[in-house]
């Protein structure tokens, strides 16, 4: 079956970064669109980032210019490169198809960006 795993998240501090990495078994991620998504305490689930079969890439506003979302075809894996985060950058980020599929959320990895 689809899996995608989420790794790479941490403590960091404001302004520094982290690089994301979404491996996927089972299916091929350049022929569907990908997504990021983020889900903070209390708050809804935000879609962050998202790529298309043709590489195509869109972002939410609020991380427009800082953050950037890429894959590697031959290593099948979906990447969120986040630099100048900020504490509103806290939160749980999953990697999913665009649109998700409810079956593919798995446990996502935690950022927290605090000094």
């Known amino acids: 079956q689809v899996q995608l795993v989420e790794s790479g998240g941490g403590l960091v501090q404001p302004e520094g970064s982290l690089r994301l990495s979404c491996a996927a078994s089972r299916i091929i991620i350049s022929f569907v669109a990908m997504g990021w998504y983020r889900q903070a305490p209390g708050k809804q689930r935000e879609l962050v980032a998202t790529?298309?079969?043709?590489?195509?890439?869109n972002y939410v506003d609020s991380v427009k210019g800082r953050f950037t979302i890429s894959r590697d075809n031959a290593k099948n894996t979906v990447y969120l490169q986040m630099n100048s985060l900020k504490p509103e950058d806290t939160a749980v980020y999953y990697c999913?198809?665009?649109?998700?599929?409810?079956?593919?959320w798995g446990q996502g990895t935690q950022v927290i960006v605090s000094s």
């Open positions: 790529i298309d079969p043709g590489a195509r890439t």
């Open positions: 999913n198809f665009n649109p998700p599929s409810n079956i593919q």
